[in-house]
């Protein structure tokens, strides 16, 4: 009974950090801002598909796909940063920490609003998508919907190693190095060509390519535009892959990002 | 129940600052207790450590050494903070929030029911007298409503022990007052409450102990009166009916001043008054009144502090 009674208050105050999290984002001004340029760029898809040469479904599919990957990178990755940053900043940690609210659950509290949010914002821009490419009479291919959700996963680790850099270096630091993490991890195509190159020169620093390769998230392998474009079938054990290799890597980068956090002191 | 809520052995903490990781130790092994109903004043200078103590009290720091426990568990646990509210010094909220919303967050944070909270934040969003601001956004509120919005998330809980630090800070004098008058209604509610403050005048007003912090160190502990009647100044005897002149000979007067047709007397402080008293009625003098001088809270925070000494051998 004290411990579903724990349960039930942990849970409480889990949701509230959540909650809190995603009405803080969706009152702030940049978020409004960067949301209407997604909206903006999303729709020039019409116009750039006008001057394309009978190739509009393609540069449809790329450049709302493209748009909504970039926009929402930015917003997971800003949110994420400014929303922890500013509670230490403003010192209304202060307030929370001194509740009886383990760390953690700060914490995870926050990038669960921010997963929620992001959930929000994908969709929105999924049924956009979908809005601008049945406007131009295009076909709407599942393999759509399935970009979109493994975009989501992306973010699903892309915010998890931003929450992680936010408890250790400044948000402008934090915010370029997420996004660096994010640029390297789509890059893995290029990196195993380097490291194939480094392996035939018997180059010594070939074995941190693979350590790279470990550590690195393997983003592109989550990235279907290639799939969308050239409509190829995405198998079902790939979805339930892609899902558990996401929850995986985010756990374990919040596991650093809460050992980390719980040395921290609020000085 | 035990009486002893706040629990502090040889607390230790030591920052490391800089390139060169210099040390700096912010608090120097200070041991102290707060008891159950009583208010409590932690007061010192700027860097004396009385922040750092606090936020090693409420969890927000790690001590480098020494012990600290609240309601019998150590601060690093999170069940010390169940029956706690804390005022931070200077506080900010979230500015998108209206006062209600901000009170029902901080409840569930303390995993209540909303149902609950909500009964709670009404009753405490009229006690600290935000009634007017209830549809503002915390962002348009000035900083005597911030503060007051502060002291009702700190109570949200109900808890037994509040700790404030510096909550009469930038508060004209009707704001200090109505954290005065909050405070002591807290304490007739059998509240423990805490604070620090540099308002030596309501730390003196308010507290029942006071404990004195200076570069770290605790200087001073203990009941407020007897922290100010440890350097009594002397006994003043106002009397009428009796010139200057016809005084007897006393060893150990230090002065008389006449003030409309009363003469006051300033005799050292070891004086035997009972024998001053029938000298001065035998010399045909009506005792009008007989009062101990003392040293305020402000003379002690400086002696103890050693500005006064200081200043008395520059002297």
Request: charged share 20%; glycine share 8%.
């Amino acid at each position: 009974m004290a411990e579903s009674n724990a349960f039930t208050k942990g849970a409480r105050a889990l949701s509230a950090v959540s909650f809190n999290t995603v009405r803080e984002a969706m009152r702030s001004k940049v978020f409004g801002s960067l949301l209407f340029f997604a909206i903006l760029m999303i729709l020039s898809s019409m116009v750039l598909g006008e001057m394309s040469l009978h190739n509009e479904q393609r540069v449809a599919y790329d450049v709302t796909l493209f748009s909504s990957t970039l926009f929402a990178v930015i917003i997971s990755v800003y949110s994420s940063i400014t929303l922890f940053y500013t509670e230490l900043e403003r010192r209304t940690i202060y307030t929370i920490l001194s509740k009886p609210i383990p760390r953690w659950q700060f914490l995870v509290g926050k990038y669960l609003g921010v997963q929620m949010l992001m959930l929000v914002v994908v969709i929105f821009m999924l049924l956009l998508s979908i809005g601008v490419l049945e406007w131009q009479g295009l076909e709407i291919d599942r393999n759509l919907f399935f970009a979109f959700g493994t975009l989501y996963l992306q973010l699903t680790i892309t915010t998890a190693i931003a929450h992680t850099l936010a408890t250790v270096a400044a948000p402008l630091l934090a915010g370029f190095a997420t996004m660096a993490l994010f640029v390297g991890g789509n890059l893995f195509s290029q990196l195993a060509v380097i490291k194939k190159l480094m392996l035939e020169k018997d180059n010594p620093a070939a074995p941190l390519i693979t350590v790279i390769e470990y550590v690195l998230p393997n983003l592109e392998a989550l990235n279907l535009s290639r799939e969308l474009t050239y409509q190829l079938h995405v198998p079902t054990d790939y979805l339930l892959q892609a899902l558990a290799y996401s929850i995986t890597y985010a756990t374990i980068v919040m596991m650093l990002g809460v050992m980390v956090f719980a040395r921290k002191d609020l000085s | 129940m035990n009486d002893v809520l706040i629990e502090v052995r040889d607390l230790r903490k030591t920052y490391v600052v800089g390139l060169r990781r210099r040390k700096v130790e912010a608090v120097k092994g200070i041991s102290f207790d707060v008891r159950r109903g009583e208010i409590f004043g932690i007061v010192g200078p700027n860097g004396a450590g009385k922040t750092s103590t606090i936020k090693i009290l409420t969890g927000l720091m790690q001590q480098t050494s020494g012990e600290a426990r609240l309601f019998g568990h150590p601060t690093s646990d999170v069940a010390s903070r169940r029956h706690l509210g804390y005022l931070p010094e200077g506080p900010y909220f979230y500015e998108h929030l209206k006062v209600e919303e901000l009170l029902v967050y901080y409840g569930q944070l303390h995993g209540l029911p909303k149902e609950l909270v909500r009964k709670r934040a009404d009753e405490l969003i009229s006690r600290v007298g935000l009634d007017h601001a209830r549809g503002r956004a915390l962002k348009k509120f000035s900083k005597g409503m911030r503060q007051r919005a502060g002291l009702a998330q700190a109570l949200i809980n109900d808890p037994e022990l509040v700790i404030l630090d510096e909550p009469q800070s930038g508060l004209d004098p009707v704001g200090r007052k109505e954290v005065r008058d909050l405070i002591f209604d807290l304490k007739q509610r059998g509240k423990t409450v805490v604070f620090s403050s540099h308002i030596l005048p309501d730390v003196e007003a308010v507290c029942d102990r006071v404990a004195l912090f200076h570069e770290g160190e605790l200087k001073k502990l203990g009941n407020l009166q007897e922290i100010m009647n440890q350097n009594k100044q002397g006994v003043e005897v106002v009397i009428t009916g009796v010139d200057a002149n016809a005084l007897p000979d006393f060893q150990d007067l230090r002065g008389v001043e006449e003030r409309t047709s009363a003469l006051f007397l300033d005799f050292a402080p070891a004086i035997d008054v009972a024998s001053v008293t029938l000298a001065l009625q035998n010399a045909g003098a009506e005792i009008q009144s007989v009062t101990s001088k003392r040293e305020d809270l402000e003379q002690v925070f400086l002696r103890g502090t050693g500005v006064e000494t200081a200043r008395e051998e520059e002297e």
